[in-house]
Nanobody, 123 residues
Framework: QVHMVESGGGSVQAGGSLRLSCAAS????????MGWYRQAPGKQRELVAR???????LYAASVKGRFTITRVNANNTVFLQMNNLKSGDTAVYYC?????????????????WGQGTQVTVSS
């Protein structure tokens, strides 16, 4: 069983910064890509940023240049540094990870999800 625990959400004024963290624990043999998604009220969940085990990154156009995704493979942890936040960034942020057990079976179909952390940006 795998657990994904997120932290770092909160409320901030426009132009401010927040740093999200997500740690995976449990029966883990390896983790491929890790990422952050967000879902605003009345909208579909969308990709914010993703990082491979080798460090290659992918960002949504709306956050490129403002957000930075990093990971520490030894700790099964992924971070999202969010700078110059805008009101449009207000959402619940979820981490996701492609986790495999020792038999190289996926721990979760579609990746393992965290419980979500609220980010609120006021203008």
């Amino acid at each position: 069983q795998v657990h994904m625990v997120e932290s770092g959400g909160g409320s901030v004024q426009a132009g401010g910064s927040l740093r999200l963290s997500c740690a995976a624990s449990g029966t883990i043999f390896s983790i491929n890509a890790m990422g952050w998604y967000r879902q605003a009220p009345g909208k579909q969940r969308e990709l914010v940023a993703r990082i491979t085990s080798g460090g290659n990154t992918l960002y949504a156009a709306s956050v490129k240049g403002r957000f930075t995704i990093t990971r520490v493979n030894a700790n099964n942890t992924v971070f999202l540094q969010m700078n110059n936040l805008k009101s449009g960034d207000t959402a619940v942020y979820y981490c996701n990870a492609d986790i495999y057990n020792a038999g190289y079976q996926k721990a979760c179909e579609g990746g393992c999800w965290g419980q979500g952390t609220q980010v609120t940006v006021s203008s």
